[in-house]
């Protein structure tokens, strides 16, 4: 609308907006200046994410434990998709399903797997993806380790079908794990945390840009490797929460959010 929210004179040109007129919706232009000279962007649309709100563009699967666990007693038998794509998280066999717990995050419930066989699938497929985003909200009860092949227990996993085509992410207590499956040998992320967590719960967030992956833990990237095969491949679509590779090793920890994206999130949204 012709008034100005804000200036920068040095990298990285960034700035919070000092004006009413910096709403959702509003249509603002970027002027660059440089001595007598300037040069001004086309028009775009500026959109505000209000706090905790995410976005919505990408999103394949979201699980929150606050909503859509169906239960069976305590027993969660469909956590149920909130993204809009009916991607469900379900078992069937009474003694793999795992419990909903009340009250234990802020107030708030969890989906507890228990580590010997409680576990979940849902169908997503990846494979062709050249960017995608993983988030949990999730905290390892036992001080678990990952196997040789670093994909068993996983809490969030995709299996393969040519080998090092695995989808994962996994907060353990000491260390978080992920990776991209490509069928890349050895592409694969292993963060040691500083100190152990116990079974506190952290925000794990691995993110696949074209080439590069990333892992971020409570927001703060912690590794990021380039060279990768550009595209996911070699991976099953049925994926797991609690359960890893070998189809029988599985993650003993609380799971309060899982969100699944089909592309790279940028840095803002994040």
Same mark, same amino acid.
């Given at each position: ?20 007129? *910096? ?51 305590? *027993?969660?038998? &469909?956590?149920?998709? &909130? ?111 500083? *100190? ?33 095969? *550009? ?8 994926? &797991? ?30």
């Amino acid at each position: 609308g012709g008034v100005d929210i804000g200036g920068a004179t040095s990298s990285s040109y960034t700035l919070s907006p000092t004006s009413a007129a *910096a709403d959702n919706g509003a249509q603002f232009s970027v002027v660059v200046t440089n001595g007598s000279g300037s040069v001004t962007s086309v028009v775009a649309t500026l959109t505000v994410i209000a706090p905790g709100a995410i976005p919505a563009s990408g999103l394949a699967m979201w699980l929150r434990a606050d909503a859509g666990a169906v239960l069976n007693g305590s *027993a969660v038998t &469909q956590w149920s998709d &909130q993204s809009g794509n009916n991607r469900h998280a379900t078992q069937g066999t009474g003694g793999s399903q795992p419990t909903l717990v009340n009250g234990a995050l802020n107030g708030l419930p969890v989906v507890r797997f228990d580590g010997t066989n409680d576990f979940q699938t849902f169908n997503l497929p990846v494979n062709g993806l050249g960017g995608m985003s993983l988030f949990l909200v999730a905290a390892n009860r036992q001080n678990q380790v990952a196997g040789s092949s670093q994909a068993e227990r996983a809490a969030l996993f995709w299996n393969e079908t040519v080998g090092w085509g695995t989808v994962y992410l996994t907060p353990f207590q000491n260390t978080v794990l992920a990776r991209f499956g490509t069928t890349q040998a050895l592409n694969r992320m292993l963060y040691s945390r500083p *100190a152990s967590v116990g079974s506190s719960f952290t925000i794990s967030a691995a993110v696949k840009n074209g080439t590069t992956d990333q892992l971020y833990v409570n927001g703060a990237l912690v590794l990021s490797q380039g060279g990768k095969l *550009a595209t996911i491949a070699g991976c099953q679509s049925a994926g &797991q929460l609690g359960r890893g590779f070998n189809d029988n090793t599985f993650y003993a920890g609380d799971i309060a959010e899982v969100l699944v994206y089909n592309r790279a999130l940028s840095q803002g949204e994040r």
